[in-house]
């Protein structure tokens, strides 16, 4: 079962634990204090069958996650994930993310999950794959 509770000021520790592992910090680049010091609205800790897992945020429309157990990565938990969250949580009518290219694993997950990629895109200097999701 996949839940999701708002993050709070608790779960800090957790989070710089997983912004930390090497799985994670490949592709979340932000200095971890900067990522620390967001505001924690519109954040939530991912909860798979009871445990933490990840971190999963929106923001304008745009959504963003991190698996951060990695033996948890790789099962087909991505594209779920998403899924269920914009079902449960986005309010928006369409839902955009911003991934980098190289990062196939996790754009395919935004495929399965119903994004498609409407353009390629830099940020940070970097290439991305802006993926799109009409909920309507």
Avoid: C
Avoid at 38 to 55: C, K, M
Avoid at 103 to 127: I, Y
């Amino acid at each position: 079962m996949i839940e999701f509770r708002p993050l709070t000021e608790a779960d800090l520790p957790l989070l710089r634990v997983w912004l930390e592992r090497e799985h994670v910090a490949r592709w979340w680049r932000e200095p971890i204090e900067d990522e620390l010091g967001h505001e924690l609205t519109g954040r939530f800790v991912i909860v798979v069958d009871g445990r933490d897992a990840g971190l999963i945020q929106t923001y304008d429309g745009e959504v963003d996650l991190l698996i951060g157990e990695e033996e948890l990565t790789g099962r087909g938990l991505g594209p779920q994930i998403l899924a269920q969250f914009v079902d449960d949580v986005v309010e928006a009518d369409v839902v955009f993310a911003a991934v980098e290219e190289p990062n196939r694993r996790s754009w395919r997950a935004f495929e399965k999950a119903g994004f498609r990629h409407v353009s390629d895109v830099e940020e940070n200097g970097l290439p991305h794959r802006l993926m799109r999701l009409d909920r309507s």
